[in-house]
C-alpha cells in the first residue's frame, strides 16, 4: 500500500513518564533495549526511570527507582544480561505487593512501563494494568493519594518486548537473545567437533529449552546434527533402533564422529523424559561407541550479544517508545516483535494464550498441532531438518534422470557452503544427480565439473569461505564453452549461489538463450555476499557473519581505548557502494556516525559530526567510533576524515583508524548464515525440481521464459522467487546496488541513539495486528 510516510515529531512525549524494567530470566541484549527506551524515551522529551531488580524493585520502591540520564546508557550496548538487574519476585504475585508497587509508581508520575522479559513477566504486567484503575481507588480511600492524583494518573500503559533465548514466545519470530545463545551453542559445537574428530567419539549436547525446542532444533540444523530431541516433536515409538541404525551407517560411511542434540526438556511419544545420560547409556550399550556427555547450561545466557541481536533489541526500543507515546486507554498492552523484516505490534494477551496453547497442547499428546502453533518459522526448520539429515535408500529415492549443477560465484562469502549442501541433498532427495563446478563460471568453461554425493558435503555447514571454490568471473567470454560443458554433461538445470557477479552472469546467460539452446533450463540464484547488495533480497548469505566480525572488532576497539584518555576510532567497512555493513555495523556497536554512499554528505555536515563528537566528549563519554564504508566517497577518504577530526578534535581527544579488510569474509558462518544458507537453498532446489516438471517435453528440457531464470530473496516477510530480468528496473548497475534498500530506514535510529536531532518515518509502525492474522505461509527473516 502506498501510504504518506509518517513522522514522529508531532509524538512529543513531553510530561509523560516512562519506566523500563527487565524481568524473568536475562538474555543478551536486554541491555540494547534498555538503551534504545531510555535515548528515544529522552529525545521524545519524556522523563525515563530506571527500575532495578525487576517487579521487585517496583515494590520495594526508594532508590531502585531512578530518574536516568542520556549517558546512564552509555556503554552497555555490548554487555551481556541485563545491567538494571532482573530477580523472580513473589510480592507482586499477591495484590498488596501491586498496590504497594502502584504506589511507588504513581509518586513519580509514572504511566508508562516497558516490560522486557518472558511470557510470565508480561502476563504479569497485563494483570496490572487490568487493576490499576481498583488499586489507584484503594490507595485513594487508604489517604495514600488523593482524589486528583486518582484522575490524573487513570490509565497504566504497558508495552512489553520478549527477552527470552528459548525463543519460546509464540507470535514473535526472534525473541532477545536467541541468536546470541544459538552462537554460544555453536561455538562450543564447533570446539567439540574437532576433539570428538580426532577420537572417533560420539557427543550427546543439552541445551536448554524446557518447553521449547527451537534452540535444540536451529543449532541441530546449523551443526548437521545426527539426531536432535525436541519436546514439540517426540520421536516414534522404537526409537532406540533406528537412532543406533542411523548412527552405525554414518559410522560406516567413513563419519568419524556423530552428534546428538537434546532439548532439556526432550520428551518421548508418552510424555517420559529423554535426558541426555539416557541417549548417552543407550549409544554405549547398544553400539560400544565412546560416548561423551556435555551439558551447556547457563553458558548460553551468557556473553557479548550477537549484532542481530543488538538490531533487535534497538530496534524493538524504538518501538516499544512509539507505541507508549501512541497508546490510548482503549488499546490493549501489546508486544512488540519482528515478523521477518519487519517491527509489528501484537496483542500481548493473544500471544500468551497461544504460547499456552502449544504446551497445552504437549501435554494432551497432540504434537504436530504443537509444532504448527510453533509457526511457520519452526515448522520449516523442522521439515528442513528432516530432509537434510537422513539418507533414505537409495531404493527408495525417486529417479528423476535430471542433472542438475550447483556453482558458486562471486567472491567468498561465510555461509556458501551450507547452501550447497542443502542444494546437494534436497537434489539427492527429489531424485536428480548433481554435478558440483569448480571455481566458478571460469571452472565451468574449463570443465571442471564432477558428480557430488550426500556423503561428500558431510560437515560442511560449519565451514567457511567456499570449498568449491569461486571466482568473480563473468560467463560473456566463455559462452561457447560452457554450452558445450552443458551439452557433454547434460546438464538440465542450473543452481548459482553468489553475489552481485551471479546475478550479471545469469543476465547474461538468459540473454544468450537467444543463440545457445543449452541455456534454456531452469537457472535459480541464491544470493550470498557480505556486502548484501543483491537487488531483490533484504538479506544474503554471508552479511551476518560479517556484520558480527564488524561488531566484535568495534568491541575490542572500544575496549583497547579503557583507561586512556578520550579516544575517537575511524573504522572502514566493506561493501562495495552498498553501505548496509557500515550503517548496520554503526548500529550495533553504538557508533556516532556512519558515512554511506548511499546518503551524501559535504564538509558542512562532517564538521557538524565532529563539533557533535567533540561535544559528547565534554561530558562523561569516553569514547568515539565512525564508521566509513569504504566507498562511500572517493575524496573524503578515511585518511581524510581521520586527518580531520584529529585536527578538530585537538586538545578534546585524540583519533586513531582501522580498516577491517578481508577478515570481513572469513571466520566460521554465524547461525544466522547457516541456517538462512540452508533453508533458501533447500527451496530453491525444489523450485528447480517444479520448474524441471513443467518445461519437460519429448524428451527434453526446454525453458526459455523468463520466469524460469529467477532470484530466490527474502522480501519483507516472504521468500518470493522473482525474474532477474524484472529485477533490472530495481538496480543500479553502475554502483552495483539495488535502487532502493530497506535498511536506510533505520538510518535515523542510530542518528537518535547517538544523540542527533532527525526525522523517522514511522508509517511502517503503529498498527495493531492479531496474532492470527500473522501471514501463516511467510517464511521469515527468523532462523
Known amino acids: 500500500m502506498d501510504h504518506q510516510p509518517k513522522f514522529f515529531e508531532n509524538l512529543s512525549g513531553a510530561g509523560k513518564a516512562i519506566a523500563v524494567l527487565t524481568s524473568g530470566g536475562d538474555a ?34 526508594g532508590d531502585n527507582i531512578v530518574e536516568v540520564s542520556w549517558e546512564s546508557v552509555s556503554s552497555i550496548l555490548q554487555v551481556g544480561g541485563t545491567v538494571i538487574g532482573s530477580a523472580r519476585c513473589k510480592p507482586f504475585r499477591t495484590r498488596e505487593g501491586r498496590l504497594q508497587a502502584a504506589l511507588n509508581l504513581v509518586q513519580r508520575g509514572i504511566t508508562n512501563l516497558c516490560v522486557i522479559g518472558g511470557d510470565g513477566s508480561l502476563t504479569g504486567a497485563n494483570l496490572f494494568r487490568e487493576e490499576w484503575n481498583g488499586l489507584l481507588e484503594e490507595l485513594a480511600q487508604k489517604g495514600k493519594i488523593d482524589a486528583e492524583a486518582v484522575k490524573k494518573y487513570a490509565y497504566l500503559n504497558i508495552v512489553g518486548m520478549v527477552g527470552s533465548i528459548d525463543n519460546d514466545f509464540c507470535g514473535t519470530d526472534m525473541t532477545i537473545g536467541t541468536d546470541s545463545a544459538l552462537h554460544r551453542i555453536i561455538e562450543v559445537v564447533d570446539a567439540i567437533m574437532t576433539t570428538a574428530q580426532s577420537h572417533q567419539r560420539t557427543f550427546v549436547l543439552e541445551v536448554m529449552g524446557r518447553h521449547c525446542g527451537y534452540l535444540a532444533l536451529v543449532s541441530a540444523l546449523a551443526c548437521g546434527a545426527d539426531w536432535v530431541f525436541i519436546p514439540e516433536y517426540p520421536p516414534e515409538e522404537g526409537w532406540e533402533d533406528s537412532m543406533c541404525v542411523k548412527l552405525s551407517e554414518n559410522r560406516a560411511r567413513k563419519k568419524r564422529l556423530n552428534i546428538i542434540i537434546v532439548a532439556e526438556g526432550a520428551i518421548d511419544c508418552h510424555n517420559k523424559p529423554i535426558t541426555s545420560e539416557k541417549v548417552k547409556d543407550l549409544v554405549v550399550q547398544r ?6 556427555v556435555t551439558i551447556l547450561g547457563h553458558v548460553q545466557r551468557g556473553g557479548t550479544p550477537s549484532a542481530f541481536d543488538r538490531i533487535l533489541a534497538s530496534r524493538m526500543g524504538v518501538e516499544a517508545v512509539l507505541a507508549l507515546l501512541e497508546a490510548t486507554p482503549d488499546t490493549p498492552a501489546c508486544v512488540v516483535s519482528l515478523s521477518g523484516n519487519q517491527a509489528v505490534r501484537l496483542p500481548l494477551m493473544e500471544c500468551v494464550q497461544m504460547t499456552q496453547e502449544v504446551q497445552k497442547a504437549m501435554d494432551e499428546g497432540r504434537f504436530l498441532e504443537a509444532v504448527r502453533l510453533r509457526g511457520r518459522s519452526f515448522e520449516n526448520n523442522l521439515n528442513t531438518y528432516k530432509l537434510l539429515s537422513h539418507k533414505k535408500p537409495d531404493a527408495e529415492l525417486p529417479k528423476s534422470n535430471f542433472n542438475v549443477a550447483v556453482l558458486n560465484v562471486g567472491a567468498p562469502a561465510a555461509g556458501m557452503n551450507a547452501a550447497v549442501r542443502a542444494a546437494v541433498r534436497v537434489g539427492m532427495t527429489e531424485g536428480h544427480k548433481i554435478f558440483a563446478v569448480i571455481d566458478g563460471f571460469e571452472g565451468f568453461a574449463r570443465g571442471k565439473i ?12 560449519g565451514q567457511g569461505g567456499s570449498i568449491l571454490g569461486t571466482k568473480r568471473t563473468l560467463p560473456a567470454k566463455y559462452l561457447e564453452k560452457i554450452a558445450e560443458q552443458m551439452r557433454t554433461n547434460n546438464i538440465n538445470a542450473l543452481m548459482v549461489i553468489g553475489g552481485f557477479e551471479a546475478y550479471l552472469g545469469l543476465l547474461e546467460l538468459s540473454a544468450a538463450r ?5 541455456f534454456c533450463v531452469p537457472m535459480v540464484m541464491v544470493p550470498a555476499t557480505v556486502s548484501n547488495n543483491v537487488p531483490g533480497s533484504d538479506f544474503s548469505i554471508g552479511a551476518d557473519t560479517a556484520l558480527n566480525t564488524i561488531t566484535d572488532t568495534c568491541d575490542r576497539i572500544k575496549q583497547s581505548a579503557s583507561g586512556t584518555k578520550r579516544r575517537v576510532f575511524i573504522i572502514e567497512t566493506m561493501g562495495g557502494y552498498c553501505g548496509y555493513l557500515a550503517n548496520m555495523g554503526a548500529l550495533a556497536a553504538g557508533a556516532d556516525a556512519a558515512y554511506i554512499f548511499e546518503e551524501q554528505f559535504d564538509i558542512r555536515e562532517l564538521q557538524a559530526n565532529v563539533e557533535h563528537l567533540t561535544e559528547k566528549m565534554k561530558t562523561s563519554i569516553q569514547r568515539g567510533l565512525v564508521l566509513r564504508n569504504e566507498n562511500c566517497n572517493e575524496n573524503y577518504t578515511t585518511d581524510f576524515i581521520y586527518q580531520l577530526y584529529s585536527e578538530e578534535g585537538k586538545g578534546v581527544f585524540d583519533c586513531r583508524k582501522n580498516v577491517l579488510g578481508h577478515m570481513q569474509q572469513g571466520g566460521a558462518p554465524s547461525p ?14 525444489q523450485w528447480i525440481s517444479k520448474k524441471l516438471k513443467e518445461t519437460y517435453r519429448k524428451g527434453k528440457v526446454f525453458a526459455n521464459t523468463d520466469d524460469s531464470v529467477c532470484l530466490l530473496g527474502m522480501r519483507r516477510r516472504n521468500l518470493v522467487f522473482q525474474p532477474v530480468a524484472e529485477l533490472k528496473s530495481e538496480t543500479d548497475f553502475v554502483h552495483r546496488i539495488p535502487k532502493e534498500q530497506w535498511w536506510l530506514k533505520l538510518r535515523p535510529l542510530m542518528k537518535i541513539l547517538a544523540k542527533y536531532k532527525t526525522s523517522y518515518d514511522v508509517s511502517d509502525s503503529g498498527q495493531l495486528e492479531h496474532v492470527a492474522m500473522l501471514p501463516k505461509e511467510a517464511e521469515t527473516g527468523a532462523i
Open 287 to 292: 553400539l560400544g561407541f565412546d560416548t561423551r
Open 672 to 685: 544466522f548464515d547457516r541456517n538462512f544458507g540452508t533453508k533458501i537453498s533447500a527451496k530453491a532446489m
Open 28 to 61: 543478551q541484549g536486554m541491555n540494547a533495549a534498555v538503551r534504545a527506551v531510555v535515548r528515544m524515551g529522552i529525545y521524545v522529551n519524556a522523563k525515563v526511570y530506571f527500575i532495578y531488580e525487576g517487579y521487585q524493585g517496583m515494590v520495594d520502591g
Open 514 to 518: 537467444e543463440k545457445y539452446d543449452e
Open 450 to 461: 564432477k558428480e557430488i554425493s550426500w556423503g561428500d558435503v558431510g560437515g560442511w555447514t
